[in-house]
């Protein structure tokens, strides 16, 4: 299945040339030389047995095959990038768990979570809603929040 794919990275300078219509762009977005842009074009083109380029005195501009190609290849970046996205996210996000009663969480908590997730995006917060006492050696609890009163409409003390 990949056997196709040996020329990856003449596929990404590819696009990156798709999307300038310029190799000296292409080159400058990679940081690469323009030359080394040049022979990854050439690569693939004797790879693929095609022309993918018009070369013009004022950039280059995209043969038929080198369109139909540009739609794959953007498509298939696009999709890399959001998964390399997702992944980093994942791995850099960090999770609080908290433990606080339901109507401390309903009352109290839960009005101020919005705010909370604007300042911190990069943090889910995972709410376990009970009243018992928590045992932080042996929870998975991060933060215990209890409050003994009959004011729960202000804020906690």
Do not use: C
């Not at 999709?79 to 996210?89: E, N, P, T, Y």
Request: aromatic share 8%; glycine share 4%.
């Amino acid at each position: 299945m990949l056997k196709n794919l040996r020329h990856l990275r003449a596929l990404q300078i590819f696009d990156e040339t798709a999307n300038h219509f310029s190799l000296t762009q292409a080159a400058f977005t990679l940081n690469v030389t323009h030359g080394a842009v040049s022979r990854q074009i050439k690569l693939l083109e004797e790879h693929l047995d095609i022309a993918l380029f018009y070369r013009r005195a004022q950039g280059v501009e995209l043969t038929e095959a080198g369109r139909l190609l540009h739609q794959s290849t953007r498509e298939a970046f696009t999709k890399l990038q959001a998964g390399v996205s997702d992944v980093r996210f994942q791995h850099h996000r960090q999770s609080l768990v908290v433990s606080l009663s339901t109507s401390l969480a309903v009352k109290w908590l839960v009005p101020q979570l919005s705010s909370f997730q604007n300042k911190h995006p990069d943090i889910a917060l995972q709410l376990d809603t009970n009243d018992s006492l928590v045992d932080f050696d042996t929870n998975e609890v991060d933060v215990a929040l209890r409050f003994w009163g009959t004011n729960l409409g202000g804020t906690v003390p």
